[in-house]
């Protein structure tokens, strides 16, 4: 497979060529009450480098641990660094599963594309998730709601400060034991809606899943969170559009005029939202006539433009009933309340709605193997 810096080259990643060196002491498991997210890394990672001279090295199973880099790495310099994030879960019948990860992967390869980075073969990095969660099963927790977050992370290691796409890259995949993604469980949290910085913009990176697009929201955070709100709810436009929570797809739920049930809303892909595995998740099983029979829920999933006077308006008139940030993390949590010019609009409850119940219910059912969904867990022996 080639790169721009290099069209001739040929070596692409090859699952099969998988060495694997096993740590020799095996650390202890912790308490999974204690567990924090992406906190505590399993005894394992994988790794491979991509070289312009021969192309993706074969790749290694080896104990976790300290990578060494030149410094002078563009991903250090230049923020050369794509990612993704997904789950494995043990179920019931012993078997670890991964959620739809063929999306994640299609996702990495058209980050790295943006990036332009060495191009990687999804499917061959998917090969080596499922080689790494079975090495590292006992580090699955077998509590509901409990898996092992799996970060393979895609950085650009040309050595030198030359403004231009890096032709060396490292690929790592890491695991970790993970349970609730905020501090307060399934609480809700309070959002602070935010313009004067934004997440992403038209022709941005937005809607990749790159380093560069988290970091510039640490500051906000770290505003929002004196003014006491726990995450952002980041607006762009001149119109207030809304478009993530934190670092999380976000949707409302909505009482329709015409009586008909209830609208799921969230922002259409535009190119600035993060097409979020869990988000396309949610809009399908809205849509889904099973899923509305067996949960006896009238959904309309709807991805389209709306902005904060919309919000302000469904909140005045009764009809905002729900507000979720969605994501892999966190799967499907409670919104309370949305700070916005100096007043709070309140969603009722202090925890998840029924269709917020519903959806989480029901994507755990399938990511834990309780129930068979299109294909969508998929056994990674
Ligand atoms: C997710 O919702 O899984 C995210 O992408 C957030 C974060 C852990 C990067």
Redesign the pocket.
Known sequence: MGHPTNPGCSASLDASKLKITLSETLKPLQPIETLQFGKTFSDHMIVATYDPAVGWSAPEVKPYGPIALDPASSCFHYGGNAFE?LKAYLGPDGEARLFRPDLNMRRLERSCARLALPPIDGDAVLELVKRLVNIEKRWMPEESGYSLYIRPTIIATRPGLAVTASDHALLYILASPTGPYFPQGLEAVSLLAVSDNVRAWPGGTGSHKVAGN?SPGFLPQIAAAQQGYDQILWLFGEDRRITEAG??NFFVVVKRDDGDGLDLITASLDGTILPGVTRASCLALAGDPEFQKETSLRLHPQEKLYTMSDLVKWSSEGKLLEALAI????IVGPCNRIGYEGKDIVIPGNGLGPVGTALRKKILDIQEGRTNWQGWGVVCS
């Open positions: 994030g988290y670092a999380m994501g892999t993390a966190v």
